[in-house]
């Protein structure tokens, strides 16, 4: 199994595959809980994924839909609902949803979450609304938690603001390239010297026209296998039953983060093939 920490080489220097567990494992905790950040640890993940948005009363709360109604007992926008309301709900277990019943977890704040995972795993913070941004920098840097703290924000929108806002955080852009336009927008992102990009290609041929490119640039590429949005079919669901076959093929095509909703199953396989 992979050690969990707060410090990752992302150096294509470094062959090891990074694991990343998408909300945590919320196959045994409500996602974005503090417990599924532990389970995620515990699965071997290298870093956790999650969401974050404020809520009406400016604070940052980590949850993924505008709605309080999926993962919480409670209805409702989030912007419009103040963390004292928040915090008397209850999240619902696993990916919520009436059908699953209501847990004892609270919605937990970013800056609680952060405090939980520092010193044992990396959280990558996908900032539900381009707009909270620069606010999600200066809290982050506040807290002290960069060494910890991946944010991520889309290429075509954010990039340029990124750049202006002078922070040592580590920042991925995700792109979504049309076909054709994989290394005119890699070329495109070189001046940024991204560590890592989240991909979304149209078809595992262009990974592999990407590898020249991406070596230069030195830049890891991390991809979704989730069945909410897998490339090209290369979903979780046929990488459990063979992984040799998504997983594999997707790091010998020069894939070297995968995001998953199960991280165990991938970091076992990982182990097992050495492929650290």
Known sequence: MS?????????????????????GVWQKAPENSLLAVDHAIQAGADIVEIDTQ???????????????????????????????????????????????????????????LLEHAKGKIMINIDTKKPEELAELIKEVEQLNMQDIAIVKS??????????????SIKHMPMLTPKKG????????????????????PQNIEELWEAKQQLEKMDCRIWINTLDLVPPFDFSDSKAVVNPESIWGTLINAGVGAIQTDYPKQLAIWLESKSVK
Not at 17 to 22: C, E, L, N, Q, R
């Open 3 to 23: 050690q969990n920490s707060a410090t990752l080489d992302f150096s294509l220097k470094n062959p090891k595959v990074i694991v990343i567990s998408h909300r």
């Open 181 to 200: 336009q994989l290394i005119t927008n890699l070329k495109a992102l070189e001046t940024a010297k991204p560590f890592m990009i989240e991909l979304i």
């Open 154 to 167: 889309d290429f075509n929108t954010t990039t340029e603001t990124w750049n202006s806002l002078n922070t």
């Open 54 to 112: 404020k809520c009406s009363t400016g604070e940052f709360v980590v949850i993924h839909d505008e709605t309080l109604d999926r993962t919480t007992n409670g209805t409702g926008l989030v912007c419009e609902t103040s963390l004292e309301q928040i915090k008397a709900l209850r999240l619902r277990h696993s990916d919520g949803g009436k059908e699953n019943a209501v847990s004892d977890y609270s919605l937990p704040l970013l800056s609680e």
